[in-house]
Nanobody
């Protein structure tokens, strides 16, 4: 079992920045993919960023078009915390942000598909005002 806890949400003005964190506990070894998803009121949940690792020290990252160039996903050296650095925030980025983990990892090309993820956090709210 894996437990995921998100933090770092809050309210900022458009153009500002926030960094979300997701800490994983439990069995966190082996190949996996950590993803950030978001769900705005009245909308479906969408994947925005993912970080795939084969269990080693390197990883690959993937982004949705809506956040590419503004958001950066990364992890700490212990491989237990994943971050989502969000810059140039827009009101349309307002949503509940969820961290998720896929073990051993999504099928190729499905990095941002929520059905590929086994474990989910409870979310952290991000509100961007204009």
């Amino acid at each position: 079992q894996v437990q995921l806890v998100e933090s770092g949400g809050g309210s900022v003005q458009a153009g500002g920045s926030l960094r979300l964190s997701c800490t994983a506990s439990g069995y966190t070894y082996g190949s996996n993919c950590m993803g950030w998803f978001r769900q705005a009121p009245g909308k479906e949940r969408e994947g925005v960023a993912a970080l795939y690792s084969d269990g080693g020290n390197t990883y690959s990252t993937y982004y949705s078009d809506s956040v590419k160039g503004r958001f950066t996903i990364s992890r700490d050296n212990a491989k237990t915390t994943v971050y989502l650095q969000m810059t140039s925030l827009k009101p349309e980025d307002t949503a509940m942000y969820y961290c998720a983990r896929s073990s051993p990892g999504p099928r190729r090309g499905r990095w941002l598909k929520e059905e590929e993820y086994n474990y989910w956090g409870k979310g952290t709210l991000v509100t961007i005002s204009s």
